[in-house]
């Protein structure tokens, strides 16, 4: 089974940035799609980002211009920065990890709470 940790939440206020991190445990076969999603309270898990081995990303229409998904393959990880956060960006944040395209269909994290103050 392969195991997601997360890394980076916390509280930051309105204005402020974090970097969320996720490392995979995958070791038998190659993680391709690796992804972040959010679920804000009393809404649905959405996706933010996500990007995959070949270099492609995808984006929210509200994380464009604000978030930037990247990735490490040699240390099995993603990453998530995030500028200019609003409380709106208030949410539970998931790392995925999927070893075809598609992203969310694999391993989930925990996820990791990002709260924004205004």
């Known amino acids: 089974q392969v195991q997601l940790t997360e890394s980076g939440g916390g509280v930051v206020q309105s204005g402020g940035s974090l970097r969320l991190s996720c490392v995979h445990s995958?070791?038998?076969?190659?993680?391709?799609?690796m992804g972040w999603f959010r679920r804000a309270p009393g809404k649905q898990r959405t996706l933010v980002a996500a990007?995959?081995?070949?270099?492609?990303?995808n984006y929210a229409d509200f994380a464009k211009g604000r978030f930037t998904i990247s990735r490490d393959t040699d240390k099995n990880a993603v990453y998530l920065q995030m500028n200019n956060l609003q409380p709106h960006a208030t949410a539970r944040y998931y790392c995925?990890?999927?070893?075809?395209?598609?992203?969310?269909?694999?391993?989930w994290g925990q996820g990791i709470q990002v709260t924004v103050s205004s």
């Open positions: 995925t990890a999927d070893h075809h395209d598609a992203v969310g269909a694999g391993y």
């Open positions: 990007v995959r081995r070949d270099g492609s990303e």
């Open positions: 995958a070791i038998r076969f190659p993680i391709n799609a």
